[in-house]
């Protein structure tokens, strides 16, 4: 049990370095301005079900590659009204899908997205290890939750900067 919990304070650790080095000076407000913005949250979906294309936000890229939510992530995840995907970086392997997808969200309200998560968390039965702002970074908040090392979610929030990132883990 304490490798899973070091494990996952790894991982939680890493994407606040993550998030600290990843500056906004990558024409996200361009990206903002010219990608749709996703309108449909997935909250009234069966834990487990996967998510059809009309479920799902989705936008492009500036190179006008489609960005939308990856089949093998649960159709009940939720996400944010009004999210646009900056990025979605595969990083899935033999044991695991993860997945950590840049989004922008205007005039974040942390505690909105933070409770509509706390809930789907009681939901499917994760403990939450972090919720709130970051001691080491001002600005800079976390919701983090598992089941086990390789079932688990975090969405790291930046409101002054109106961005975040949300990570999720799920066994095969």
Do not use: W
């Not at 790894?10 to 309108?39: F, H, Q, R, W, Y």
């Not at 995840?77 to 997808?101: H, L, R, W």
Request: glycine share 4%; hydrophobic share 35%.
């Amino acid at each position: 049990m304490k490798k899973h919990v070091l494990t996952l304070y790894v991982i939680v650790g890493m994407c606040l370095a993550l998030v600290a080095c990843n500056e906004a000076s990558d024409d996200s407000s361009k990206i903002k301005n010219d990608s749709v913005k996703a309108t449909e949250s997935n909250k009234d979906k069966d834990v487990g079900e996967k998510s059809s294309d009309d479920d799902k936000p989705e936008q492009k890229d500036k190179a006008g590659k489609k960005l939308s939510i990856p089949d093998d992530i649960p159709a009940d995840f939720p996400f944010p009204e009004g999210i646009v995907i900056t990025n979605i970086e595969d990083k899935s392997d033999a044991d695991k899908v993860e997945y950590q997808i840049d989004i922008n969200l205007e005039k974040i309200d942390v505690e909105a997205v933070f409770d509509m998560y706390r809930e789907y968390s009681e939901k499917i039965d994760y403990s939450i290890i972090n919720d709130g702002e970051s001691n080491a970074l001002p600005d800079v908040y976390q919701f983090a939750t598992f089941k086990t090392s390789t079932d688990m979610f975090i969405i790291t929030l930046r409101p002054k900067e109106e961005n975040g990132v949300i990570q999720i883990v799920v066994g095969k």
